[in-house]
């Protein structure tokens, strides 16, 4: 019910746009967050958006380089990243929840999509 795209391979200072389109449930009403992990390293939250895309939070390793966005039309939501280094490579998950105020807390979130690979690196 959630599909992310976009990751690949992207040289240091490059950029990517993540996307992750969801069906099958009332999109509108849903938190999303795009969560990373690395090989050996546990799932970190990036950055999440509320339901209608007026509130938006990022871990700080994502501030001022990733930017979130959502079109609830399209039932897409977003990840711009730019200046990306080689430690923001990671597999990238979208995922959703009905809660408010949950961002990073993981565990909260009901759907999950598969992941998309980033790879940065020269």
């Known amino acids: 019910q959630l599909m992310e795209s976009g990751g690949g391979l992207v040289q240091p200072g490059g950029s990517l746009r993540l996307s992750c389109a969801a069906s099958g449930f009332t999109f509108d009403g849903y938190t999303i967050g795009w969560f990373r992990q690395a090989p050996g390293k546990e799932r970190e939250g990036v950055s999440c958006?509320?339901?209608?895309?007026?509130?938006?939070t990022y871990a700080d390793s994502a501030k001022g380089r990733f930017t979130i966005s959502r079109d609830n039309a399209k039932n897409t939501v977003y990840l711009q990243m730019n200046s990306l280094k080689p430690e923001d490579t990671a597999a990238y998950y979208c995922a959703a929840t009905r809660l408010l105020s949950v961002c990073f807390l993981h565990g909260a979130y009901d759907y999950w999509g598969q992941g998309t690979q980033v790879t940065v690196s020269s």
């Open positions: 958006i509320s339901p209608s895309g007026g509130t938006t």
